[in-house]
């Protein structure tokens, strides 16, 4: 669909830079080739997408719509971009606007992505985006990319995960068990039922690690939880897909994998500092991915980014983390979660995994990949969101509801704040003439636009998955909540923190395929490649971008 008339708000140096960046490929190989070049343009390219906006702190929080001390202080409340501002009274009803995310017809294919890119969204931002359900201005994060879904949010939880153990062979190591030749994470649940296994329990009966999301849904029956295979992991979230327990699964390989030849070279070495450098290791390895293979799918640009943590060292943006209720709303990527997946070679409901570890378990880690990386993801927007068992739209309404409650200001606000231009009408916002006529029947103009419906209401853009306003947000607190991981700062990022192997296993560390080629388990597939393992599909086709 065209967005003509929306180019035409674009500068001409905007447009320009977009023109170049876009195409000439080959021009763009070549600079990257050229160590010195790229390192500076790399540099340039971050540089630009993070001075647009205000830098952290930002002077209010969901605590109160003024600057306190405990607003610039106390983190367990969400931050605030933008300042709070009531939204219009006569704004539409929740029940209304959560219409425009119905599917109409049948669900639309992204161009570009498959099933891995929503996978690893949802694994990283569930370990920093935590809205507390008892009290949605409040969070439960730590605010840093710290894989707390494999080691846990606090210590008492990596304790219970950890194997303890200063026997050679076994130190470093986190908890696993060995099935058909394939490492998994140890079951929550005691064999046979009975309640949750008595490790993972406190002195007064509390579960130490945090109770799975949905394992008490109506939909779950009393006593099944066990035959659903959950493992006992560091994120709540992390037992609601098949497909997110893979990806944890991996995580969990690469990190004994590294505590086994880390004790091998440092055999003096306490259990501690075995498990502590290989975590350090692994969290680079991981914000490695974010920026090179995550990022750079996201990103229209010919350009590779880099992770290069010499970018943030004196940048003006290097602030301390603290998540938004912004970035906390705008990573509600439901629409991208097709309806049906590809799943022991053959297509089957996507609801079909949900809570259920038992397919991953059986299937062995590189088969789930593969058939991970044939299915392709559903288009991020509007009237494109699966209906899941009885829930419906409830999490696109409450995504909503937050919205307000929050007070956050409308869609062209947040394009004034990211330095893009406010938008007039509803043909700049989307080529379909039906949304438009929806948007303008609901809101009547694009000021009075939610936040995060105007999000998903853009056209995605050339060459990306995302919307134009979304994909700037995404890629701003991408750079500047991952480049300025305490791991990467100047005097931290060395051979002393990571070990002369570590450094090479982080430089090495590009993609997934990186990490799954050095873990596949014994049931491998034969001719497995990293074409197989891939956010982007293997029929996507880069398109040419016009001045």
């Not at 219409?99 to 569930?126: E, G, H, N, V, W």
């Not at 009547?444 to 700037?472: C, I, K, Q």
């Amino acid at each position: 669909m065209s967005r003509q008339k929306a180019k035409s708000t674009d500068s001409l140096g905007s447009r320009l830079r977009v023109f170049l960046l876009q195409n000439f490929a080959p021009v763009w190989r070549l600079v990257d080739r050229v160590p010195c070049l790229s390192r500076r343009l790399n540099a340039f390219l971050i540089n630009a997408a993070c001075s647009n906006v205000p830098f952290r702190p930002h002077p209010t929080s969901t605590l109160s719509d003024y600057t306190s001390w405990r607003s610039l202080t106390d983190k367990s409340y969400l931050a605030m971009a933008l300042a709070a501002k009531a939204p219009p009274a006569d704004l539409p009803p929740v029940e209304a606007a959560t219409q425009l995310f119905m599917i109409r017809d049948k669900q639309r294919d992204c161009p570009k992505s498959t099933l891995l890119f929503p996978i690893f969204a949802q694994y990283l931002t569930d370990g920093f985006l935590r809205t507390d359900p008892y009290d949605r201005r409040r969070t439960t994060s730590n605010h840093d990319i710290d894989m707390s879904p494999l080691y846990g949010r606090i210590e008492a939880q990596t304790r219970v995960l950890r194997l303890l153990s200063a026997e050679p062979g076994r130190k470093g190591r986190l908890k696993s068990q060995t099935i058909e030749g394939e490492e998994f994470p140890l079951y929550l649940f005691k064999a046979g039922g009975g309640g949750y296994d008595p490790q993972f329990v406190d002195a007064a009966g509390k579960l130490i690690l945090d109770e799975p999301l949905g394992v008490k849904d109506p939909w779950v029956e009393d006593g099944e939880a066990a035959r659903r295979l959950l493992f006992a992991v560091g994120g709540d979230r992390v037992n609601s897909t098949a497909t997110t327990s893979m990806l944890n699964t991996l995580f969990l390989r690469e990190h004994n994998r590294l505590a086994g030849v880390i004790e091998r070279e440092n055999p003096s070495w306490d259990d501690d500092r075995v498990f502590e450098t290989a975590r350090n290791i692994v969290i680079v390895i991981f914000i490695k991915i974010v920026v090179e293979e995550y990022i750079n799918h996201i990103s229209s640009i010919c350009f590779p980014l880099k992770a290069d943590p010499s970018v943030a060292w004196e940048a003006k943006w290097n602030k301390p983390n603290w998540m938004s209720v912004e970035f906390s709303l705008l990573y509600r990527w439901h629409s991208l979660i097709p309806a049906e997946m590809t799943w022991n070679d053959k297509t089957i409901n996507s609801a079909e995994i949900l809570l259920d570890n038992g397919s991953l378990v059986s299937a062995g880690l590189a088969r789930a990949f593969k058939w991970a990386g044939q299915t392709k993801a559903a288009q991020l927007g509007l009237h494109n969101t699966a209906i899941y068992l009885e829930k419906n739209l409830v999490v696109e309404s409450r995504a909503i509801a937050q919205n307000r409650e929050r007070h956050l200001q409308g869609y062209n606000a947040y394009r004034q704040f990211m330095g893009m231009k406010p938008v007039s009408d509803f043909d700049e916002v989307t080529g379909d003439p039906a949304v438009q006529k929806e948007l303008r029947d609901l809101y009547g103009t694009p000021d009075r636009v939610d936040f995060y419906v105007g999000l998903f209401a853009e056209d995605p853009g050339l060459n990306s998955p995302m919307p134009p306003l979304l994909g700037g947000m995404v890629a701003l607190d991408a750079f500047t909540q991952a480049l300025n991981n305490p791991l990467l700062s100047k005097q931290v990022f060395n051979a002393k923190t990571f070990t002369a192997t570590g450094m090479k296993t982080i430089e090495a560390t590009k993609t997934l395929w990186d990490i799954l080629s050095r873990n596949l388990g014994a049931k491998t597939v034969p001719g497995l490649s990293a074409s197989d393992v891939h956010m982007t599909r293997a029929d996507w086709k880069r398109h040419f971008v016009a001045l």
